[in-house]
Structure formats: C-alpha cells, structure tokens
C-alpha cells in the first residue's frame, strides 16, 4: 500500500486549520457523517448483543415449556394479563414518545424534545411501579426465585413440580428486562438533562437517536415476554 | 491380558478392533498429508532463501486446478472418514437385544454395580462379566457427573444425576480391565477407578450364585479392609496419620475428639458407626461437616460392623 | 498540551503515569494490553509448570489433590478468559488495526479503554475468587459439581467472566465499526490486510458469542445463590442444557482464539515471501465463514455426554465443514513460499513452527472429529495435547511471530535476532517433547484432569514414562520462553533503534515513522493504490530503485508534519 497523493489533495484533517469543525465531531473522524453512520452501526452491533443474550433466556424458555408444558399453562394463571397488558401499552406509548424526540430534535424544537423526554421517562417509570405491584404480590405469596419458592395460602396448590422453574424463568427475564428499563430511564435522564442545556440540534441528535434504538428493543423484548409469560 | 501398540492399549472387545482400523487410517492419512505439507515447506525455505536483500519474486497467477484439487480431495478424505465413523458409532451406540444388563451407579468418588436378577449390588468396584456375551451396563450418578471409561474396550459414556444412560460392549478375553472415570467429579476424581474382571461362563455363573461375594466367611477385620478400599474410605481417610478430607484411621479408636460444636466425646465403636451412617452429626475440629457423602446407611450390619472392626485395629 | 518536534512520538509525548492509564491512544493501550495479558500467561503458565511437576512420578509430588484440581482450574480460568481471548484482538489488534486501515484511532477510543478497564475488573474478580475461595470446577463450570456445595466463590468467578465478556463484546464491536467505517480512501474490502480480515472476523464472533456465555453465567449465579433449578438435576434442573449453554458460547470461543492467529500468519508470510498471500479472496472469506459456521458445532464437545444420536451425528459431519476451509488455509499458506524469496528471520521461523504444529493440531482435531474414534479419546489427554497444539502451537506461535513482528514499529528498538532464534528452537522442541507425548498418553487411555495415577500402575505401566517425558518437555518450553521475554525486554533499553521498515513490508504502519508519532497516527489521510502484499508494484519500496528494505519515512506524503499550527489539538 502506498499513497501517490501530495499533502496538499489530501484531505483528512486540514479541517482544523479551516475552523470548519463543529463542536461535537471528534478529531478522530474526517467528517459528521462517518461520525454519525460509526456510532449507529455501533449502536446496532450493541442491540445485536442484547438479542443474543435475552435469546440465551428464550431457550431457556422453549426448552422447560416443551417438557413441561402443561406446568407453564398453570403457571401462566398466576400472572395477570390485565397488569401484563397495561404493562404492554404503557412502553409501548414511551416507544412512541421516545420516536418523537428524536423527530423533534431533528426538528430543531426542544421544548417539545424535552416534553417527549419527559413522557417516556414517565412511562418507564409508570412500567417500574406496576412491575413493584406484581413482584411484592408475588412474594407476599411465596412465590420467589429458587430456594425462595414456597407458595402459601391459596397459593399452596401450585407447588407442583416445575412450577420453581417456570418462576426461576420469569424473574429472571423480567428481571434482566426491568434492568434494561432502568438503565433506559438513567439515559433518558441524561439526555433530558443535555436537552435542557440545549446540546442538541438538527445537526447533532445522534444520542437521542441511540437512546431511541435502544428503549425500541428495550419494547420490543417485552412484547415477546408478554404473551409467552402472562398469555399463553 | 493381551499387549497394546505404540498408540493404543490393548483390545479386548468385539468391537475394538475395527475402531483400531478406523483410528490407524486416519492416523496414517494424515502423517502422509503432514509429511508431504512439512516437506513442501522445508524443500521452499531452501530452494527459494532470499539470496540479496534486493531479490523481487517473480509475480505467479494462481493456479485455478491447484486450489480446487486442494479443496476437494480433503473433502473426499473427510467424507469417507465422517461416514465410516458414523457408521461405527452407530454399532457402538445401539446394544444388541439380547445384552446381559447390569446397574452402574457411580457417586464421589465410586462405583458399584448392580446384577438385577440376583438383586445384589457390589461392594467393591469390581464388574464381573462373562467373556462373549453382550453386556449392557445402565448407569445413573447419586451426585455429579461421572463418565464410565474402559480404554481397552474403546467404550465410554457420561453419567448423569436423574437419568440414565447406557453404553454395551462384549468381552472377547477373560481377564482384567481399567475403569477411569473421566468426568471431573471433585477431589478424589483420580481415585474414583474401577476394574473389569472377565471371567468363563461358569465363573460368572458361580459368582451370581455366590451373591457376588463368597465374603461371609471372612473374618470381619479382613472384610473389612476390602470394604475400606471397595467404599472408597480411602479417598478421604488414610492409614498412615496424616489426614485428608477425613482424619485418618490410624490412632483414631479411643481417642477424645473435640467436635466441631463445642462437645468432645470418645471415639468409641458407636462413635464410628454413627459417623459412618450419619457424617454430618458429629465433625471432629479441623474438618468440614457434609463433606463426607451421606452414601453409607444402605451398608448392612456386618459391613458397619467390618469397618468398626478393621478402623479398631489402626492403631 | 502534549509536546510536539521531530523526536516526540506516542511513547515520550507524555510520560506520567497518568497519561497512560487515563488515554484514549489506540497504540498505548494496545501496549497496556500487551503487559496485561503477558502477565497473565506468565502466572497462567508457571501453574502449567507447578501441575507438569505434580504429575511426573505417581503419588503426591509437590501438592495435595484439593491444591492440584484448584491450579489446573486456576490455569484454565485464566489462559482462557484472561490471556488468549484478549491477547491478539486486544494487544496487536489494538495498535495495528487503524493504523493498518489509514485511520486515526478506533471508532470508539473512550469505548476502548473503558473496555480494557472493565477487562482489568473482571479478571480481578476471577483471580480474587480463584485464589481466596479455592474454586477446583475446571474451567468448563460443569453443572452440578460447580453449583453444588463446594465454593461459593464460584460465585465471584461467574461475576468475574460476564464482566470480562462486555470487555469482549465491546472490543469486538469497536473494530467491526472501524473496519467499516474509517478506512482510507482506496482501502477497497479485496486490499484489505489479511491481519484486518481476521480481525473482523474474530469481532463477528465475539459480538455474537459473548452474549451467551453471560446469560449462562448470571443463570448459573442464581442456580448457586438460589437454586432456580435450570441447570440443577437435583431441582428437576438440566445438566445437559449447561453444556450446551456453554458450549455454544466457548465452542465459538475457540474461533476468537484462533481467528487472529490466521491473520498474522497470513502477513507475515507475506512479507517475509516476497508474495501474495495465495488465494488472498479465499483465506479472507473463509475466515469470516468460519466464523458464522463455528456457532454450529457445539455439539461435538458433548458426543459421549448423554445428547441424542441424531445430534451427535449432525454435529460431527459440520465440524468436518469447518475443518476443511481450516486445512486449504494452510496449503494455501505453504503454497505462498513457493518461487517466494524467503527471509528465515524470528518472525518467519514463528510462521514455520506454526505451520507444522497447527496441521498437527488440526489432524487430530479431524481424528476427534469421528464419532467412534471420539468415544475412545473424549476426555483424555489426547485431548488435552490437540487443543494445546492448537491454542498454543496455534494462537500462541503466532502471537509471537506476531510480536516479533511488529516489535519494532511498537517500540522503536530492534531485539537481538540470534537470541530470538535460539529462543524460536527451543520453544519448539520443548513444546514438541510436552504435548506430543500427551497425544500418546490419552489414546492409551489417560484421563484428564488426573492429579494422579498411582492406581492404575499395574494395568498401565506406561503412564509414568510419558508423564515424565512430558514435564522435562516443559522445562524446555519454558526456558524458552523466559528467553523471549528477557531479550525483549531488554531490547527496550538497549536494542538498536529500529528503522522505519526493517521488513520491507508493504502495508501502511510499515509506510509510517517508528516509533508512530504523537497524538494522531496519520496528519494527512494516506491514500491507498495497491492491495497488502503487491510486491510487483511496489517499485518506490525496492525493485530497481529501491535499497530492498524499503524506508516508509522516505515516502513524502506520509511523514507526519510536526509544525505546530497543523497538528490536531487534543480533545
């Protein structure tokens, strides 16, 4: 390999010397669009890996309900598809907010960025509290992970066998699901709070767009959860 | 017992050998193909040593039928080999209808064996077999994972916790045999051996009506040296002082043993025979309770009663 | 604000400890990496030492079975998930990758070092639970015996590897983005250096595989914690589906190893040929389908463990699909010497022991390919001695071609060539004397993960000899190494300074200053007009004009321009 090219045509980095370098292009990357196009496939490759993992947990899921199936229809009684479905609409609509403020953004219009911000926060907030509701019932019945499966009262009659592990499988989906969505909100957070100080402009979106991409899967891994776990 | 080659131990089942050929063919295969690969290389680095510094190889266009032969005659060779080992595997794995079956149970760090018709099980791990028939062993574990291994009848499969698993083979000489355990299963996992004993169809018929013993007429400090080695005390409990897992034997009847909650008590016959049954309720200082297995209560009187006998005569 | 003038370049700009652990330069935390893991093979390997010393005679040697089975593990744990995973991707693949692509950095030179961190924090969690909690579960975690009653620091060491994986991932997925994204103008995919191809490829797994392993990781922290009963049998949990979790992560696993191995390989004989690598489209290609066909053949690391016939079988004929690409490689390979001029120096020696111990490896990676034959030889060392003439004959030879390599544009200083020979001879016949009696050993019927073997003397009489054979083997193995790691190290301080292009080779850190300068690798975008290895076009490096050696410094539009008001501030 060589170069047959003369300083002057080459075009790289010159850049600096022109002052034609906005703010947030770092210096590694020849112009805001390599930028830009680098950290969206990065952020693709990342959902990539968060697939992976969850589908480690959906053969997980596969594997008992094929041996056992009628274990984890019984079981699926015990979660309530109501909770499950408002669950379900309220991400969602944060899906749907969280679309809007990368719109708005490209739009140059931060208040309604911040306001869009605001509502997916909310919502995920709102999916934390009913998921607290669903997991504080489940354990005041005794119905927890592992050694701490032991149902009482009128839950007694599902302690049958594999029912621990129907459980094992739903806190931990829901559980590393619910992670997610906290982390999502600690984003969120961050952006609301670059948003505010107006960082962002039509010319600069990428980390809302990222964070979008991310909370998106973030839905998309729930809708799945949702009928396997609570419906069927 | 018959003499191993350079690569292989000796064979002694009916479908040994014709392993052995499959293992030889592929053995030889590739020290030609190595040989001729090596060859290559070492002729090039002579032939073509750079001789100045300035040297400039001539530029080569790629030699289309080169590189295609060198794809498809490999993938010849493995197509035969995959295919003569599928078919050999699928004789190793299906055991004949009328295969004599007999229970393995394998647990930290031990085997026995179970002879279903006569009901009784080992209490060394010796598998005693009659020579030519089929044998079929079902194995299960009482713990972790196990894998039962005999090297001179090419046969080996895991055995599990909650399930069973089989593996068969056939004898062609009497004699005795290795068992390794190749699954690692904790401390003792070298120690957790076993043996093949090929015997006549009369021996093997005696053996059976013998219960799988003739150890009723043994005095029970004699019996109970073999089941010292046959339950696999010795894994955990030496003779010679020095302790292990376990304290050691030796010195060990009579003496005051401060326990791991605070109480002392002498280790008298009761001593032992409850911490043979029940290793948990009684841990001496320096030692972990529960990490013997709680195996031994199926032991019948006269086996307790052998092994009190021979740890009394440690002295 | 970091110094600048002719002699300044990325090792002295800035010489505080601060500057080094806290920069984002791609090139310096290749270097970190490169003591990090040194580091880690040097404690990994005196373990091999101490368990090659307990098994020369039968009977306790040096240490008590519980002390053995927890360094055999303590090996493992950490040649595995803290040497060769990281080490050429992170290392090598680290310094040399953007410069070879003309780029200025990684895409994500923050992302970098924070996945080096997070690499550094999960091997300390590894190596806390290894040495404080006295885990003996073999590298493989095998349930149940690791979620069972021993250790609970097992705990700390699943804690430990999902860490370590997002170091992984995140490495795999920094370079995939900058192997797309940042090459040079005229850096088409088919001119590409092979090094880069490997790389890319090894990301692939990486990104795709890690993941796994960490589910499988926090599933088997709550089975110990709690007992959630997926992997336990005594739960109604499956021991089965552990192996296959695992599996299907460090089956792929073996590729991460590997992969960069191919890559260096196919560089350095390159250079040190004078020609293009053979068939330059297939060796790229087919690292990138060994890549994807590495996820499907798990399976044959559980032939004799209780999965279905029907799998079993499946498994073996794809892992033959997999082996084939892996062979024409190496035919490929020799084929590149011939009409070569070839330059027998360390790094080509490296190449050489390379290609006659990888085929070995190979061969009998074939022979455990069959089914039958596997029944026989699973689990013992005939296992043991061909994944170490893979993974070390393999990955580690050409990690030290690679060194060797490279050494000079990394550090600026030559090493003394005679040493490295010396050193290349004895490392190779040492490692010959260890692990080809392994191969012996285990078709006779030697288990793995043995800390003795007193038992069997009377029906396996050979069992001592060969052990015996293979611990003196060790010795020399090691006495090489040592060496390898003594005159590189002294080569820092009083090594010849080396030029530019000692190889004369023609990809574009070789084009480039030695050492690379401060802070940025390229001032000017290099733009590019040839693929890797076109020796027949590089006439301004040698041929008529040139002196043979080829000087990068001396092509124009390449030399850094120093003047103050050109160099890109820091950020």
């Known amino acids: 390999m060589s170069t047959t090219t003369a300083p002057t045509t080459a075009p790289a980095a010159e850049g600096h010397a022109e002052h034609h370098h906005p703010p947030h292009l770092k210096h590694y990357f020849v112009s805001s669009e390599q930028q830009f196009d680098a950290s969206k496939m990065g952020m693709w490759l990342f959902l990539l890996t968060e697939v992976l993992l969850f589908s480690g947990m959906f053969v997980a899921y596969i594997v008992y309900r094929a041996w056992h199936p009628e274990v984890f229809v019984k079981m699926s009684e015990l979660l309530n598809p109501f909770w499950g479905g408002f669950n379900t609409i309220v991400l969602l609509g944060s899906s749907f907010s969280a679309a809007l403020a990368i719109h708005y953004a490209q739009k140059n219009d931060n208040k309604k960025l911040i306001i869009n911000l605001c509502i997916t926060l909310m919502c995920a907030g709102i999916f934390m509290v009913v998921k607290y509701i669903e997991y504080t019932d489940k354990f005041s019945h005794g119905i927890g992970m592992g050694e701490f499966f032991d149902p009482t009262g009128s839950y007694a009659q599902y302690a049958i066998p594999y029912a621990k592990q129907f459980f094992s499988i739903y806190f931990v989906m829901t559980g590393i699901h619910g992670v997610h969505v906290v982390i999502g909100m600690g984003i969120f957070t961050w952006l609301l709070v670059r948003a505010v100080k107006g960082h962002f402009n039509s010319e600069y979106y990428t980390p809302v767009e990222l964070a979008g991409l991310y909370w998106h899967l973030v839905d998309i891994i729930w809708i799945f959860l949702f009928p396997l776990l609570y419906l069927i | ?315 | 604000m970091a110094a600048h003038g002719p002699n300044v370049n990325y090792l002295n700009h800035d010489k505080s400890i601060k500057s080094w652990l806290t920069t984002v330069d791609h090139k310096r935390i290749g270097l970190m990496y490169l003591v990090a893991v040194s580091v880690a093979f040097l404690a990994a390997g005196v373990l091999a030492l101490l368990v090659r010393v307990e098994l020369i005679a039968p009977g306790q040697t040096i240490m008590s079975a519980d002390t053995y089975n927890q360094v055999f593990t303590l090996h493992g744990v950490l040649m595995v998930f803290a040497f060769i995973i990281p080490a050429i991707p992170g290392a090598l693949g680290n310094f040399i990758l953007p410069i070879q692509l003309g780029a200025k950095d990684v895409a994500f030179p923050r992302l970098n070092l924070a996945s080096f961190y997070i690499y550094l924090i999960g091997m300390a969690f590894v190596l806390g639970a290894l040495l404080i909690g006295e885990v003996d579960t073999g590298w493989t975690f095998y349930t149940p015996y690791s979620s069972g009653e021993g250790s609970n620091a097992v705990l700390m060491v699943t804690v430990g590897v999902f860490i370590s994986g997002f170091a992984s991932i995140l490495t795999g997925l920094n370079f995939i983005v900058t192997v797309h994204k940042m090459r040079a103008p005229g850096l088409t995919w088919n001119r590409l250096p092979l090094f880069i191809w490997s790389i890319y490829a090894t990301s692939i797994v990486q990104v795709l595989a890690t993941p796994v392993i960490g589910i499988t990781m926090v599933l088997l922290f709550l089975e110990k914690l709690t007992g959630i009963g997926i992997f336990d049998p005594a739960l109604g949990g499956d021991p089965i589906l552990f192996q296959h979790f695992f599996w299907f992560y460090s089956h792929p696993a073996v590729y991460i190893m590997i992969l960069p191995a191919f890559g260096i390989i196919s560089d350095v004989i390159a250079v040190f040929t004078r020609r293009p690598v053979q068939g330059y489209t297939f060796v790229a290609l087919s690292s990138v389908a060994i890549a994807f066909l590495g996820f499907l053949v798990w399976g044959h690391h559980m032939f004799t463990s209780g999965q279905s016939a029907v799998s079993a079988i499946v498994f073996s004929l794809i892992t033959y699909l997999i082996g084939i690409p892996t062979g024409v490689k190496v035919l490929n390979w020799v084929g590149t010497m011939y009409r070569g001029s070839i330059w027998l120096k360390t790094p080509m020696i490296y190449v050489l022991a390379f290609l006659f111990l990888f085929s070995i490896g190979g061969f009998t990676g074939i022979m455990l390919g069959v089914l039958s034959v596997d029944i026989h030889l699973h689990d013992t060392y005939f296992v043991v001695a061909h994944f170490h003439y893979v993974m070390m004959g393999g990955t580690v030879i050409a990690g030290l071609a690679g060194i060797h390599y490279w050494w000079p544009k990394m550090t600026g200083r030559m090493y003394n060539e005679r040493l490295g020979q010396i050193a290349a001879a004895f490392i190779f016949v040492g490692f010959n004397i260890t692990f080809f009696t392994q191969f012996v050993l285990g078709s006779q019927g030697m288990p793995r993960r043995y800390y003795d073997y007193v038992g069997v003397m009377d029906t396996m009489p050979y069992f001592e000899t060969l052990h015996a054979i293979s611990t003196y083997g060790s010795w020399v193995l090691a006495l090489g190494l040592f060496m390898v790691l003594g005159y590189l190290m002294a080569s820092i301080w009083t090594g010849k300074k080396a030029p530019a292009n000692p190889w004369g080779a023609l990809t574009l850190e070789w084009t480039h200053t030695t050492p690379m300068p401060d802070p940025h690798n390229f001032t000017f975008q290099p733009i590019v007009t040839r693929g890797p290895y076109d020796y027949h076009l590089a006439d301004e490096i040698f041929g008529d004009g040139g002196d043979g050696m080829g000087d990068g410094a001396t092509v124009p539009s390449l030399v850094p321009d120093t003047s103050p008001g050109v160099t890109t501030p820091q950020p």
């Open chain 2, 1 to 315: 017992m018959g003499d191993g080659s350079f690569w292989l131990p000796e064979a002694a089942s009916s479908l040994a050998s014709d392993l052995d050929v499959l293992f030889y063919f592929v053995i030889w295969v590739s020290t030609i193909i190595f040989v001729m690969v090596v060859t290559a290389m070492a002729y090039f680095t002579v032939k073509y040593r750079r001789k100045s510094p300035n040297e400039r190889p001539p530029f080569l266009h790629e030699h289309k039928l080169l590189e295609t032969a060198w794809i498809v005659i490999p993938t010849i060779l493995v197509l035969i080999v995959f295919t003569w080992g599928f078919r050999s595997y699928v004789k190793l794995t299906v055991a004949p209808p009328d295969s004599y079956e007999i229970y393995v149970r394998g647990y930290m760090w031990n085997w026995e064996f179970t002879y279903p018709d006569q009901g009784f099980t080992t209490l060394e791990p010796i598998l005693t077999v009659p020579v030519g028939r089929p044998i079929k062993l079902i194995m299960y574990s009482s713990d972790v994972l196990h894998s039962f291994y005999i090297p001179a009848f090419r046969v080996k499969h895991d055995v599990l916790p909650n399930r069973y698993t089989s593996l068969w083979f056939e004898a062609e000489e009497e004699g005795e045999y290795q068992v390794f355990c190749t699954e690692y299963c904790g401390t003792s996992h070298s120690a957790m051996l076993a043996e093949v004993n090929v015997v006549s169809e009369e021996e093997f018929a005696d053996y059976l009506a013998s219960g799988g013993g003739g150890y009723d007429d043994l005095p029970l400090e004699e019996y109970g040296q073999i089941l010292y080695a046959g339950q696999s005390c010795q894994a955990c409990h030496t003779l010679d002082g020095s302790a292990l897992v376990g304290p050691s034997f030796k010195g060990l009847y009579g003496a005051t043993r401060e326990l791991t909650d605070g109480t002392s008590v002498v280790a008298d016959e009761a001593y032992l025979r409850d911490s043979i049954v029940n290793p948990a309720s009684q841990a001496a200082v320096g030692f972990v309770a529960g990490s013997m297995p709680n195996n031994y209560q199926g032991l019948g009187d006269r086996e307790l009663n052998a092994l009190v006998e021979f740890i009394k005569a440690q002295e």
